[in-house]
């Protein structure tokens, strides 16, 4: 018992892992205990247990298994973690649980799957159940089985997916266990009661007696629709209401809703397809041609036993189906034409959808085929014309099914009529729209009076179920002409249809028809004319008395009109007053008479014909007022136009009686009931004056008022041919322009262009002038309302006449079509013609390109043709294309049958010559216009190819597929090609070409779409797969595309669609859902208030401009396709663009244009404060959160309501990018205007701001960050502080966009939070940015830091918060970070604080590791700064941070001290100057802005701030011995105006712009290639190659994985950079210059170049690497030995140190010191070898001989045995000498080791050469006396060139060339630089003059401690100042004394001016020409050229005169 007291003692979770099997036990139990407790679902708790679970069920020992069941089942219910452990456990339970043979659990491992289950786990769940169906174990596959049975049982095959588990069964029901057998048939019969007969064809194939058994329980089962028993969690308060509904007796109704509640399951779903091409007799296609008919039939028989198949895999199947429709079109043989129908009858049942592509094929030829008597025949043709039509939509076969009609044949027409009937009754009021209506009952009404009475019967019918579809309102326009006793006829076959969808059909109807009446919109054309008494006008206004009600008409396109809409009546608008005026008869004179005489006095109609003019006219006046008194329904209009037109008539002599008479006519049709009978009585007398000069206008206002009475179109014509008919030319001219003028003012509906434009034809080819320019003048009206197309109709006129019709066209671009004046909106309230505009569109639409002649070309596509273009030869092919693009060229617009052509351009598309492909596509896009909308039909068998070419791998193919399909859509609109499963086939390929092209063609399509096929849902996978391809560019169209599919699918669907991905992927993708639901557009409404016709239907989209477009409107069609150009991608398209791509302003009402007048913010008193105190309080959400969520939007906007105007929110919010595009841009131009407003609503415009960084849209981002800047401008100006509730809620989001890929919105958000230090204190900003440095972005971490090292360099330490030391540690940290830009930036971070702060920096930072602090030291000794300077500097730049902002605020910040290589990283934000972007050092910075902006108030402090330290100088005993750094000597005389033009150009090197760095290497290497402009590089080596292996770094890092970058540019930018090294290093002297650390970079940098396998990849690659081999060569070459030697040994020791450092890197390096080693023979007395071997002794120190020993290659000991070796050979024992640098030589390995070496020489001398010695160094020969002197020296020389040493070297030489004054030291000075030899000769002058004291001045001791600083300091700081303020620096100048490193003198600078033309160059000349004359401007003397003054003191005096000349010039 011992054991058990201990684990007694152990806590729960451990008890449950004991191995003991009683510890587990009491574990499970107290762990069942603790489930039971919990009571919150959510309960922290839960989640310790989450490994438990998987253990609790699959325990290993049965009876605690059974324990742990329990405590399972009780987890499962209530944990709300639960879920994750479903797969685990679940697998669990079948595997350990189905296993046992305990009965309870069994029973307990169903409840817990069914628990699952119920938590919302049901895929999961199922997915592992069926796992287990494959399990060997019987037991284990039984209880699968049930649980599955019981699940569907219980949860209802809404949570049971079917189709996996009916897949499985069949397999099942063979297995050799009874059990499982059993099993399987209950689960069968369960299915069966969930979908009934839908599982009959999935089982047909199973055991005859399992079936028959089945069959058998199958009876016995209820009828009623099964409902589920249980529910998941969702839907648990649905399972609530349906027990109450029970409990109050409601089941009937409940039992109603639940009906619904299950899917119907189609049993097309659950088979699997077959595939049959592949099974087809191999000898079909000769057989069906045989000519015996057995043999035919055959064949035909082969294939009706595999379509027999109920379900085909889809595959190309056009040769099968070419075949059978040849056999039904062509066959003698009856029998053999029905079996084909039945093979066809197969195909469409079997492949559904997919057979639709081949219906337009196939249906005329079955129609023309029903000639046939035979009944068998006509069955099976019936059949086959039936399921063909399942498998397409009556729009894509209406053409073929019309042409059909028109047979003269009876029963073909009958059959066609039935035909149309059956089909009729598969659709819906919205698939069965106006448009497609039209044209069938225009065709079956000629039918019902049809000689043949079946042919009337059939067409009865088909009428009669149309108006069962869509109801009496849609089919009565068309009706109009028919009789009473036949429209009864159709009544009554509308009665007996039965629809297939049931009744909702006939329903939807119904409720239309009524839902109008309570509007008060009448019904029907009927219902129209019994209202026309209650309203004053016999026109269509009558229809539409009530504005405000909602659209009553058919929802053609499914959309609901707008409130204020009315009714779409538009069809029965033209045909109601028609009707009604062919019933006014034409009266007879007599009645006229009695008529006319009843309501004129009797004298007026006695005077109508006086001969005397006067009474005539009196007459007329009496008339007229008559009629003005006259009420408009007593008003006789016929009787009163023929008193008028009685003799004289229309030929009165008299023009002011013919004026009256004019006017009369207009105020009858004006005010009475004019109907068409009464305007033929007048029309022609009008015309007939229209060109009369005196009553011309009369006329035309008279047939104006006839127009708004009988509808322009009718008048039109009327007039138009009556006007033709005449002779007279100015009666012509007048009536176009008359017609011009009426279009403008009705509007374009209706109008039949066709009549017009042949009488403008004719008008056109008149001869005289004004006719024709009056035509030409009317066709510019027309082409504002038709557009392009108009141009095609006179395409065959003279070029003369073309032109002008051009020139006018051209006059019209861009307008757009005036809102209609007249017509109907006359008496509608409203103001516009809406009812017309909701329906009539289409009909102008398809009326335009009705117009358009159509050729029928199928004759010219013979067999001929289409064999040529299905040639092997590719020529032959190309001629084919060549004459089919030559038949639709010349054919212009063709009829939609062409013959066999669709199949052979179909294979043109897949052409292996890509020159063929594009010209297929340019015929196929010729195609398309040529066709119009009837290439509708075309789209799955072509349409489809097209978009397989957008996966070719050549750009410029799928431009032009992408091209192509744009022409389809745009005819076709995008219905047809979403439709079916092609598009998502297309989609599921997994080609990125063709991916990203499809994706981006929906993203841009989709918006513009008001609704799309339910198929579109079949796209979501493979969109789903797209999101995670390993292509970046699929990604990111797939994210794109992803809201647009939501926005007609909606989130749940989607979300739904993420069931079947892997669950990593799915969390993915369902955050991705979440991203896109946030920026889902609304859906495109319809065009609600168009105040004229938008054109079109079928009329291609590009030809639509939209008259008046509403802000989210897109112009509607027939088919919702605006052009893609209108809508591209956006969520709705805001502006619609016209024909020409100009933007159309969008007309607003004048409301609107009020509404935006006023200002856009509205200061509330103490609104701010208020939010404030609201927040604190929690009564808001406080502003945070890593993505903003739905309720955080919410909370702004209604925050915002009240103080933002209402137009301005919506744009704000709206969903579409281009509308917060627009309110930034209202919001600029407010900002200026409404301080006060901003100011008020600043917390909340921030807020705003901050949902804009997480847009994805650039344009956005940008625009916003413009804002920002201006508005923090405007804030620093208003001298406004920011609240911490505006900065907290703000700078957080910006400081995430200092991440940003995009260079130039970082540097943007560095100018921001740049000028938020003027408003927000920079103390305060500096936590935040601190935050920011913690992101996982490491270029926001980089840029974080760096903006910190910016504030403290501007404001001090004061800025480090909470304190500068636990700043200053928090920055240390990043020294070690993984990324470069982030090391640096921490590191030139803490330089700058050092530079600030001096060496207090260490002590802040604390302990870093060794690695940090060396990089750390490295870097500060690098950075040229001094702390003395910084106070200094601080002085210096707190001026300009008080300055006025105006100058943009870039200068307020000088970028932070920073070593070379960081001053070429990210520069300090400078968006003024971009060019100036990148810093340069400080003592070569030259802040443009500041200059430029400079008022003198910066310059004029300079002088004297320096003043006071150069007082000092003049006393030699009061020079000051600070403690710092001397100035490097490196930049002493860098500050000519070439040094800082050069210092520009390197600084553009390492741009991140690959064009930046080449150009400015470009200019590099002309100043290399020319020898006398070399020179001006000189002191500016360290400085360019730190540049170019930044660049090479960048290259490395950035450039090589960004996929976007062409390869081409990087190679040329390799180029560049090594040509430019390969020039400088074949320059000595430069190449010298170059220090050990540079180098030891750059050879880094080279030899990972030559290592970078993505370069070998690339074409030009191998010659890159050779290019560097060779540059490698020079560097070792040509560069100080000294410093390259030691480079390489510490990058060997580097390189070997680093674990990530491959073998081969060192390798290289070894091989680079080889080399080095090889040379030595020769180079020994230049190399400095103290240093080489301090090196040396450093390298052992690291890496001691046992740890080189351990290495893998032998190598680098090997090489560091042959170095020294070689070294001991050169020197002999003097080498032992040379140990001065190293600290404890004693202890030194390195001294042990060379001692060695040199006892065993001595031991061996003779010998040649060493073994060790590699390639053996060269023999040292005997060496002269002479030598001997030059052994001394070269030492001497050395000292000089060394640092410690120089003084003592200079003073050996001094005396040496005293004691031997012949001697020559020439030969040792020629090897050095210019710049070594005068330092020399100054240096032998110096100790000349002390020795001999002839001189004051102390001889420098330059130092590198810097313990002294000679006056040279401050001369040198002079020298700065002088040239910023443009003064001469080189006249009588003395060299600088502290200059250590050897380098020559600058050369002159006028020629490097000439040659290098910058920016700076620039100002600085601008500024000189300002100088005051006597200052001398031009630096015309070599700034090096030395010129020895006799006395020091002169030079003092001259320094100080030129003091004062300084500052006489300044005040």
């Known amino acids: 018992m011992g054991d058990d007291s201990e684990w007694m003692k152990l806590p729960v979770d451990q008890k449950c892992e004991h191995k003991l099997w009683k510890a587990r036990l009491s574990g499970y139990e107290e762990a069942l205990k603790i489930f039971q407790k919990i009571k919150d679902e959510k309960s922290p708790e839960w989640s310790k247990f989450l490994g438990l679970i998987k253990k609790l069920v699959t325990d290993s020992n049965a009876v605690v298994q059974l324990k742990g069941l329990e405590a399972a089942l009780v987890y499962v219910e209530n944990a709300h973690v639960a879920g994750k452990t479903t797969g685990e456990v679940v697998s669990g339970v079948v595997s350990k649980v189905f296993n046992q043979p305990k009965a309870k659990a069994k029973e307990l491992g169903i409840e817990i799957c069914l628990m699952y289950i119920e938590i919302e786990k049901g895929e999961a769940v199922q997915e592992e159940l069926l796992k287990g169906l494959d399990n060997k174990n019987p037991k284990i596959v039984v209880a699968c089985i049930e649980t599955l049975r019981k699940a569907l049982s219980e949860f209802g095959s809404k949570i049971i997916l079917l189709k996996p588990i009916i897949k499985v069964l069949p397999k099942l029901f063979e297995s050799r266990e009874k059990a499982v057998r059993d099993e399987a048939k209950l689960i069968a019969v369960e299915i069966y009661r969930w979908i009934r007969d839908a599982l009959r064809p999935p089982l047909q194939n199973i055991n005859s007696v399992q079936l028959k058994e089945l069959e058998e329980e199958w009876v016995k089962l209820p009828t009623g629709a099964p409902k589920p028993s249980r529910f998941l969690r969702s839907q648990q308060e649905l399972e609530a209401k349906l027990e109450q509904q029970q409990s109050a007796g409601g089941d009937a109704e409940g039992g109603g809703d639940d009906g619904d509640e299950v899917p119907q399951i189609d049993a097309y779903e659950l088979l699997e397809a077959v595939e049959i091409l592949s099974k087809l007799p191999k000898d079909f296609y000769d057989k069906i041609e045989a000519k015996k008919w057995q043999e035919r039939k055959e064949a035909l028989e082969a294939v009706e036993v595999l379509v027999k198949n109920p379900k085909l895999e889809a595959g190309d199947y056009a040769d099968l189906v070419k075949a059978l429709k040849k056999v039904v079109g062509k066959d003698t043989n009856v029998m053999l034409v029905a079996l084909a129908a039945k093979c066809l009858t197969g195909l469409a049942v079997g492949l559904r959808k997919k057979f639709g592509q081949y219906a337009g094929h196939v249906v005329p030829t079955i129609l023309e085929k029903f000639k046939e008597k035979k009944p068998q025949v006509v069955q099976a043709l019936q059949e086959a014309i039936d399921a063909i039509f399942l498998t397409t939509t009556l729009q894509n076969i209406s053409e073929d099914v019309l042409a059909v009609m028109d047979n003269k044949n009876p029963t073909i027409k009958q059959q066609t009529s039935l035909f149309i009937a059956r089909s009729f009754r598969h659709c819906t009021a919205s698939t069965l729209p106006k448009s497609l209506l039209k044209p069938f009952c225009a065709a079956l009404l000629k039918h019902i009076n049809d000689s043949a009475p079946e042919v009337r019967d059939a067409a009865f019918e088909a009428l009669g179920t149309a108006l069962k579809v869509v109801g009496e309102k849609a089919v009565n326009p068309f009706l109009a002409d028919v009789d009473k006793l036949k429209l009864d006829k159709i009544k009554e076959c509308s009665e007996k249809v039965e629809l297939v969808h049931g009744k909702k059909a006939g329903l939807a109807a119904d409720k239309k028809e009524s839902k109008p009446v309570p509007g008060r919109t009448a019904t029907s054309g009927a219902a129209g004319d019994k209202d026309t008494k209650d309203i004053s006008a016999p026109k269509p206004g009558p229809l539409k008395k009530a504005p405000t009600t909602k659209a009553g008409g058919p929802p053609k396109k499914g959309k609901p009109a707008a409130p204020g809409s009315t009714g779409s009546a538009g069809t029965k608008n033209k045909k109601g007053p028609e009707t009604k005026e062919i019933v006014e008869p034409e009266l007879s004179i007599e009645v006229c008479e009695e008529k006319a005489s009843a309501v004129l006095p009797a004298t007026c109609i006695q005077l109508l014909d006086s001969s005397n003019w006067k009474e005539r006219l009196a007459c007329m006046e009496e008339f007229q007022k008559a009629v003005e008194l006259m009420d408009r329904t007593e008003m006789p209009c016929q009787a009163l136009v023929r008193m008028l037109a009685k003799k004289p008539g229309w030929k009165e002599t008299n023009f002011q009686v013919m004026q009256m008479k004019l006017h009369i006519v207009a105020l009858i049709a004006q005010k009475g009931n004019f109907s068409k009978t009464s305007a033929q009585i007048v029309l022609d007398g009008l015309v007939d004056k229209i060109g009369d ?80 320019t009056s035509a030409i003048t009317l066709l510019g009206v027309m082409y504002l309302y038709v557009g392009p197309s108009l141009r095609m109709f006179f395409e065959d006129e003279k070029p003369a006449l073309l032109s002008q019709i051009d020139a006018e066209f051209e006059k019209m671009q861009g307008q757009s079509p005036p809102a209609p004046t007249r017509g109907i909106s006359k008496h509608s309230i409203s103001g516009t013609d809406e009812g017309e505009d909701g329906d009539e569109p289409d009909e102008v639409g398809t009326d335009v390109v009705d117009l358009l002649p159509r050729t029928e070309i199928s004759d010219k596509i013979t067999s001929e043709l289409v064999s040529k273009i299905s040639d092997k030869n590719w020529k032959i092919r190309k001629e084919g294309l060549d004459e089919v693009a030559g038949i639709i060229n010349e054919a212009k617009f063709i009829q939609p049958n062409i013959g066999e052509l669709p199949t052979a351009l179909k294979g043109r598309l897949n052409d292996s010559n890509k020159i063929l492909v594009q010209q297929t596509l340019n015929i196929l896009q010729q195609l398309a216009v040529a066709m119009g909308p009837n290439i509708k039909q075309h789209v799955k068998n072509l349409g489809i190819p097209i978009i397989t070419v957008l996966g070719d791998s050549k750009n410029n193919v799928r431009a032009a597929a992408l091209a192509t399909v744009n022409a389809w859509a745009e005819q076709t609109g995008m219905k047809e090609w979403l439709e079916g499963e092609d598009l998502s086939e297309e989609l599921k390929k997994e080609n990125p070409f063709l991916r990203q092209e499809l994706l981006g063609w929906l993203a841009e399509k989709l918006p513009t779409l008001r609704s799309t096929p339910t198929d579109l849902i079949l796209c979501v996978p493979h969109l789903y797969s797209c999101l995670e391809d390993r292509n970046g560019d699929v990604r990111k169209k797939a994210q794109d595309a992803l809201p647009f599919f939501m926005m007609h699918l909606g989130y749940e669907k989607m979300a739904k669609a993420t069931g079947k991905l892997k669950p990593t992927s799915k969390d993915q993708v369902l955050a991705m859902l979440e991203k896109a639901k946030a920026n889902m557009p609304a859906k495109p409404a319809a065009s609600a208030k168009a105040s004229s016709k938008p054109m079109g239907g079928s009329a291609p989209a590009k030809f639509q401009p939209s008259s008046a477009p509403v802000e989210d409107s897109v112009s509607s069609t027939v088919e919702p396709k605006p052009d893609p150009k209108k809508a591209k991608a956006l969520g709705v398209s805001s502006k619609v663009k016209s024909a020409q791509g100009k933007k159309v302003p969008s007309k607003t009402s004048l409301k609107e244009d009020e509404d935006k007048s006023g200002p856009i913010f509205i200061v509330v008193p103490n609104g701010k404060e208020q939010r404030m105190k609201d927040e604190k309080g929690l009564k808001v959400l406080k502003w945070n959160f ?125 100018a921001i ?33 760096e903006e910190l090292g910016c504030l403290v360099e501007s404001y001090g330490m004061n800025v480090c918060q909470p304190t500068p030391g636990k700043a200053l540690k928090e920055i240390a940290i990043h020294i070690g970070d993984r990324d470069n830009a982030v090391r640096n930036a921490a590191l030139n971070t803490i330089v700058t604080v050092y530079n600030v702060h001096g060496d207090q920096v260490f002590k802040l930072i604390g302990t870093l590791s060794e690695k940090d602090m060396s990089m750390l030291e490295e870097r500060i000794k690098r950075s040229a700064k001094r702390p003395s300077a910084a106070p200094v500097k601080q002085v210096e730049e707190k001026p300009p941070r008080t300055q006025s902002i105006n100058s943009n605020a870039n200068m307020l910040r000088k970028g932070p001290a920073e070593d070379m290589s960081s001053k070429l990283n990210q520069a300090r934000s400078m968006s003024g100057h971009p060019e100036a972007a990148q810093i340069v050092r400080r003592e070569f910075q030259l802040d443009l802005d500041e200059i430029e902006n400079d008022n003198g108030t910066v310059r004029c402090e300079m002088p004297e701030l320096v003043q006071h330290k150069l007082d000092d100088i003049f006393e030699p005993v009061l020079i000051p011995e600070p403690k710092i750094r001397a100035v490097s000597p490196h930049f002493d005389d860098m500050h000519s105006n070439t040094a800082s033009t050069i210092n520009f150009i390197i600084s553009q090197v390492a741009s991140g712009d690959i064009n930046t760095s080449i150009q400015a290497l470009t200019q590099i290497d002309e100043v290399l290639r020319q020898e006398d402009k070399a020179e001006a590089m000189s002191g500016h080596i360290d400085q360019f190659l730190i540049a170019t292996f930044m660049q090479l770094r960048l290259i490395y890092n950035t450039h090589m994985a960004d996929e976007k970058l062409e390869k081409d540019e990087i190679i040329k930018l390799y180029s560049c950079i090594i040509g430019n090294m390969i020039s400088l290093f074949q320059i000595e002297s430069l190449a010298r210059e170059a220090s050990t650390g540079v180098l030891k970079d750059l050879m880094h940098g080279l030899i990972t170049l030559m290592l970078d396998s993505r370069i070998e990849d690339l074409e030009e690659g191998q010659q890159v690497i050779r290019s560097v081999n060779l540059l490698v060569v020079k560097v070792l070459e040509k560069s100080d030995q000294t410093n390259i030697l030691s480079a390489l040994l510490v990058l060997l020791q580097d390189s070997l140190l680093a674990t990530a450092s491959s073998p081969k890197f060192s390798e290289l390096v070894m091989k680079c010191l080889w080399r080095m080693v090889r040379l030595l023979p020769d180079t020994i007395n230049s190399i400095n070898l103290d240093r080489i071997l301090l090196d040396i002794h450093i390298f052992m120190k690291v890496f001691p001989k046992e740890k080189l020993k351990q290495c893998k290659s032998e190598f680098p000991i090997r090489t560091l045995k042959t170095l020294l070796h070689t070294l001991c050979k050169l020197k002999g024992p003097k080498i032992l000498d040379h140990l001065t640098m190293i600290d404890n030589k004693n202890e030194s390995e390195l001294e042990a080791h060379l001692c ?124 700065i100042l002088r040239q910023r303020c443009g003064l001469d620096n080189t006249k009588d100048e003395r060299p600088p004394l502290t200059s250590l490193l050897s380098k020559p003198a600058v050369p002159p600078v006028a020629s490097s001016t000439d040659m290098l033309h910058s920016k700076l160059s620039q100002l600085r000349e601008s500024r000189e020409q300002h100088q005051h004359s006597d200052l001398d401007s031009n630096q015309t003397h070599s700034s090096g050229s030395v010129t020895t003054s006799s006395s020091s003191t002169a030079n003092i005096d001259d320094l100080k005169k030129r003091l004062e000349r300084i500052k006489s010039s300044r005040k």
């Open 1186 to 1310: 890593t993505t903003p969520r739905d309720e955080y939007i919410e909370q702004l906007k209604t925050q915002m309501s009240s103080c933002v105007a209402k137009w301005l929110q919506d744009e704000m919010f709206h969903s579409d990018f281009q509308h917060h595009n627009k309110a930034l841009a209202v919001m600029v131009d407010h900002l200026e205007s409404e301080k006060e407003g901003v100011i008020g609503c600043l917390d909340l415009i921030l807020k705003w701001l901050t949902l804009r960084f997480f847009d994805t849209n650039t344009s956005v981002l940008m625009k916003a960050l413009e804002y920002l800047k201006l508005l923090f401008t405007l804030l620093s100006e208003e001298e406004y502080h920011l609240t911490e509730n505006e900065a907290s809620s703000f700078i957080p989001y910006l400081i995430l966009k200092v991440g940003e890929p995009k260079d130039v919105i970082r540097k943007d958000v560095r």
């Open 1313 to 1345: 939070l740049n000028r938020m230090c003027l408003v927000y204190p920079a103390s305060k900003m500096f936590p935040f940015i601190m935050e920011g440095t913690k992101s996982k972005n490491s270029k926001q971490r980089a840029e974080c830091l």
């Open 693 to 772: 000069v005196k009553c011309g206008n009369n006329a035309k206002e008279a047939m104006t008022a006839i127009a708004e009475a009988c509808m322009l179109p009718w008048t039109a014509e009327q007039v138009m041919s009556m006007a033709f008919s005449q002779k007279n030319p100015k009666n012509q001219s007048e009536t176009l322009n008359w017609l011009s003028n009426a279009i403008k003012e009705f509007g374009f509906s209706g109008l039949n262009v066709k009549a017009f434009i042949s009488n403008v034809k004719t008008a056109l080819a008149a001869t005289n002038p004004a006719v024709r």
């Open 1796 to 1919: 060695r070496m040199m006892k065993h020489s001595m031991d061996q001398t003779g010998s040649k050469s060493d073994k060790e010695t590699e390639k053996g160094a060269s023999r040292i020969d005997e060496k002269s006396s002479k030598a001997k002197v030059n052994d001394f020296l070269a030492e001497i020389f050395k000292k000089i060139g060394s640092k410690e040493n120089t003084k003592e070297g200079l003073a050996e030489l001094y005396e040496y060339k005293k004691k031997y004054s012949d001697a020559d030291i020439e030969p040792f000075l020629k090897n050095s630089s210019q710049f070594f030899q005068s330092y020399v000769e100054r240096g032998l002058r110096v100790i000349e003059m002390e020795r001999e004291g002839k001189g004051r001045i102390p001889a420098s001791t330059g130092n590198t401690n810097g313990e002294e600083v000679g006056p040279s300091v401050y001369l040198e700081r002079l020298k």
